[in-house]
């Protein structure tokens, strides 16, 4: 699958793979959003066809069922893995996971609000440089995903360093953050990229909403022919990419309708469903004033 730099994901940027067309939504937008942007296409990656159902039952099955693909092409993969991979910035623990009823009450708001019309697969929200982890309601962002916020930040913070945690989570926010929303049908994925350097500073989170699905990383100098390292991510999961893991390495998901992963010496197929992703970053000093030379086209 081919590579994307960070560049050729800014939306209109030229050398995209897809041109994308961007308007803002003002009848979408709570009135404590900064901004609402509907990409109606997107860098996705997506299958043929589309299966148009949404957070179907995902059940695992049996890896030796044929009829469920192992890559997009064809070839076989390594069973992902369950465990955060050693690689310097990346954190995840597989057993802390949003609370069920917050996840209902996000995915819920995001269909209500941001996913209510056909192709609209990508919405980003921008906070304002204010409000904190005992603050959320101060963020800018709509109450639930500031909800959202605290509680990633209080179910991360054990199994973070306490840079991190600052980094991620500081007591008074000097830059605003985006929150990203990427749906994805099952067989959709996003290439392999480093999140705009220019845009967004150091310390993501991203967490998984309606299914699980295979996060690919491969070191940027190396990309082309290394082998990733394939991550399962459950639904509710939360990932936090800092240092290298934000910078060096790249991440992606191929496009697959589902994933094979490490289950003890055996591994096991998950078809995925319907996805949500919300990932949040700060923008970058300068990068939060929207217009000519604003984080739009151009830069
Ligand atoms: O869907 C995801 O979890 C990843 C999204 C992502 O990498 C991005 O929007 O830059
Ligand atoms: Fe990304």
């Not at 960070?6 to 041109?19: I, M, N, T, W, Y």
């Not at 999140?195 to 991203?206: E, T």
């Not at 591994?267 to 700060?282: D, K």
């Amino acid at each position: 699958m081919a590579q994307s730099s960070q560049q050729d994901l800014a939306p209109h940027e030229e050398g995209s793979s897809k041109d994308l067309y961007l308007h803002t939504d003002s009848k979408a937008s709570p009135s404590n959003a900064l901004e609402i942007i509907t990409e109606v296409e997107s860098y996705f990656e997506s299958p043929e066809d589309s299966p148009n159902s949404l957070f179907d039952d995902t059940s695992p099955v049996s890896a030796t069922d044929a009829s469920f693909e192992f890559s997009s092409g064809g070839l076989p993969v390594s069973p992902a893995q369950t465990e955060a991979p050693q690689i310097p910035g990346l954190f995840f623990d597989p057993s802390v996971l949003v609370p069920p009823e917050l996840a209902n009450d996000v995915v819920r708001f995001c269909f209500e609000h941001y996913f209510n019309r056909p192709g609209v697969n990508q919405i980003m929200l921008f906070g304002v440089a204010s409000g904190s982890p005992t603050s959320p309601s101060s963020s800018g962002l709509p109450p639930v995903l500031a909800t959202l916020l605290s509680t990633v930040s209080s179910l991360s913070k054990p199994s973070l360093s306490a840079e991190t945690y600052d980094l991620l989570f500081p007591r008074n926010p000097a830059t605003a953050r985006q929150a990203i929303l990427n749906l994805y049908q099952p067989g959709e994925g996003i290439v392999p990229h480093v999140d705009l350097l220019k845009r967004f500073g150091d310390g993501i989170v991203g967490v998984s909403f309606g299914s699980s699905c295979v996060m690919d990383f491969a070191p940027v100098e190396t990309a082309a022919d290394a082998a990733p390292v394939h991550l399962f991510l459950p639904e509710r999961s939360i990932i936090v990419l800092s240092g290298d893991s934000r910078y060096a390495w790249t991440h992606g998901i191929d496009k697959r309708t589902s994933d094979l992963v490490a289950d003890g010496a055996e591994s096991r197929v998950v078809p995925r469903g319907v996805r949500l992703s919300i990932t949040f970053r700060w923008l970058l000093p300068g990068a939060d004033v929207v217009g000519q030379d604003g984080i739009f086209p151009g830069t």
